[in-house]
């Protein structure tokens, strides 16, 4: 079984994981930190929960420990985009836990909240920034921050960011970064405008996946009623609508699974 110590991680991190409960790499986990501590772009198929968050952090807080180079007031070293302010909220605690008894810093920019705040957070640099693009957007219209020295870039969730509309803010954040740097992308599908954002952002990236594509999330409960008839298909449908009134429905009809004498 592969371990963390497996993967290339140094000590110090190593003793944080165990100090976390973190005992062995989920799937994502030990496909993709050698890949990325050796330099490559990755393109991960993976959805949240399957350890994703320590797939990325992981390695680029080892390279940028292992560097030394510290971020300038007001820039960074490592772009991390989410979809939304849940996720970057939970990605930045999570990459806060790893970087304990490190010098390095995590910064958070989401809409919502206090902008002047976000912008003085910023005002000393922070080696990763886990941001919306929308507020990101802002505070580099308000000279809060720049992505001159960013050396990594990860787009989180990039099916997500799409389905939300995100495609013009990231167009005019990546040509903000730094064309000589890392990129990392992670999305549960692989939709055909996802495969085109992958070759304009990434160069030669190697894919990883842990999930086939159309899995359904872990969220979704799947089952099956077996009917005597397409009637008592009607009834079943109805009685499970009512059941759930405040579930969202979707119904189409699918060839029938039996095979008939
Ligand atoms: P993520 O997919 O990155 O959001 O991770 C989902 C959850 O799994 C988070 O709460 C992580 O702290 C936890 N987790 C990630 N990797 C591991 C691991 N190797 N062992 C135990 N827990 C983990």
């Known amino acids: 079984m592969t371990t963390f110590k497996d993967l290339g991680l140094s000590e110090h991190i190593l003793s944080t994981l165990a100090a976390q409960g973190f005992e062995v790499p989920t799937p994502i986990q030990a496909q993709a930190i050698p890949l990325v501590m050796a330099g490559n772009d990755l393109i991960g198929l993976a959805q949240t929960g399957t350890g994703k968050t320590a797939a990325f952090g992981l390695p680029m807080i080892e390279k940028m420990l292992a560097s030394g180079k510290r971020p300038d007031p007001r820039n960074i070293n490592a772009l991390v985009l989410a979809p939304t302010r849940e996720l970057v909220n939970q990605i930045a605690s999570n990459l806060k836990d790893f970087v304990k008894k490190t010098p390095l810093k995590i910064g958070l920019v989401v809409g919502g909240a206090s902008i002047n705040k976000q912008s003085e957070q910023l005002s000393r640099g922070v080696d990763i920034l886990v941001a919306t693009p929308g507020r990101l957007l802002d505070l ?3 000279k809060a921050v720049t992505l001159t020295q960013a050396r990594f ?4 969730e990039a099916d997500q960011m799409l389905d939300l509309g995100f495609i013009h803010d990231l167009r005019k954040i990546s040509k903000m970064v730094p064309k000589n740097r890392q990129t990392l992308l992670f999305s549960a599908t692989m939709p055909k405008a996802i495969a085109e954002l992958a070759s304009e952002y990434l160069s030669n990236p190697v894919t990883v996946q842990v999930t086939p594509p159309g899995k359904a999330a872990d969220k979704v409960e799947q089952y099956v009623h077996f009917v005597q008839g397409a009637s008592q298909k009607t009834e079943i449908l109805k009685k ?3 059941e759930n009134p405040d579930g ?3 119904v189409s009809r699918a060839p029938s699974m039996v095979p008939k004498n």
């Open 153 to 156: 870039l990860v787009l989180d």
């Open 248 to 250: 969202r429905a979707m």
């Open 240 to 242: 499970t609508l009512t």
């Open 140 to 142: 580099i219209a308000r």
